[in-house]
């Protein structure tokens, strides 16, 4: 029966078993994702490399379930080389899977930092700079957490337009209409909750309350400014269809 050194104590293996089936047998723990019981090992996650002495006596890390344990073998289940080929094995998995709470969980397990989860943010700045520039809310800033960059919420400026949402390429600023209400977030952040305007000709809820005292105040001083009121942008180009044709036949006729 062979014997087989892992972390530097021995245990005994059946035949013909793999040095990831000792491991696991003796309770100790190490990751894996495409190892299963039931089917042949094929070493894809590359989780459960183990660090062993090469013939130079060069220490490399091998895949445990696919390594045969023969008579003699020692192994390293915890070593700065394994961690950091757990570690590029992890990213690479992340790099596939990148919103995969499992694999950071287990990245995690493992005492492996994997940084931030992605939030979907390019950091173009579209929505911070529409917000300023023309918007006028400035409701979006950007501020630095454990060193990374975020697009955060300034607290209370957001009007509710919406444009952060509609410009943002990736849509990782979100924008729910329901009931009445609007509220638009980022991440699990909320940049605003706005009670919405109903549309006095067609009766559907269509912009928030706030933006629309907004523009009212922004236009109040243009000198061409008409009567408010409160069309949905449908009923908007509807009306103004009608307005034109009706003024047209009046020439015509
Ligand atoms: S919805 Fe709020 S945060 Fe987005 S552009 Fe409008 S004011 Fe700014």
């Known amino acids: 029966m062979p014997k087989i050194i892992i972390d530097g104590t021995e245990f005994e293996a ?3 078993v793999t040095v990831l089936q000792v491991i696991r047998a003796n309770g100790i723990k190490i990751p894996t994702i495409c190892y299963h019981e039931a089917l042949k090992p094929i070493g894809a996650c590359n989780l459960c490399g183990v660090e062993v002495r090469g013939r130079a006596g060069k220490p490399r890390v091998l895949l445990s379930c696919i390594l045969k344990a023969r008579n003699g073998l020692e192994v390293k289940t915890r070593s700065e080389l394994v961690t950091s080929a757990r570690k590029s094995a992890f990213r690479n998995l992340l790099a596939m899977a990148p ?10 397990e493992y005492g492996v930092d994997l940084g931030p989860a992605p939030d979907g943010c390019l950091r173009c700045r ?8 023309i918007g006028g809310g400035g409701a979006l800033k950007r501020e630095k957490r454990d060193g990374i960059t975020f ?3 300034r607290e209370g400026l957001c009007i509710g337009c919406g ?3 509609n410009i943002c390429p990736t849509g990782a600023i979100r924008m729910i209409d329901e009931d009445g209400v ?3 977030s980022i991440r699990d952040e909320v940049i605003g909750v706005h009670v919405m305007e109903r549309c006095e000709a067609c009766g559907r809820y269509f912009a928030s309350q706030k933006f629309i005292k907004h523009v009212q105040v922004r236009t109040s001083e ?3 400014v008409k009567e408010h009121h409160l069309y949905c942008p449908t009923c908007v180009k509807l009306f103004s269809t009608r307005v034109k ?3 047209r036949m009046k020439r015509l006729g």
Request: proline share 3%; aromatic share 2%; glycine share 2%.
């Open 245 to 247: 044709s009706s003024s």
């Open 163 to 165: 444009t952060c949402s």
């Open 126 to 133: 579209l929505c911070i700079r529409v917000c300023s520039e």
């Open 14 to 16: 059946d035949e013909g």
């Open 99 to 108: 919103q995969s709470k499992f694999i950071r969980d287990l990245a995690v």
């Open 222 to 224: 243009h000198n061409n």
């Open 182 to 184: 609007r509220v638009i």
């Open 151 to 153: 697009v955060v919420p």
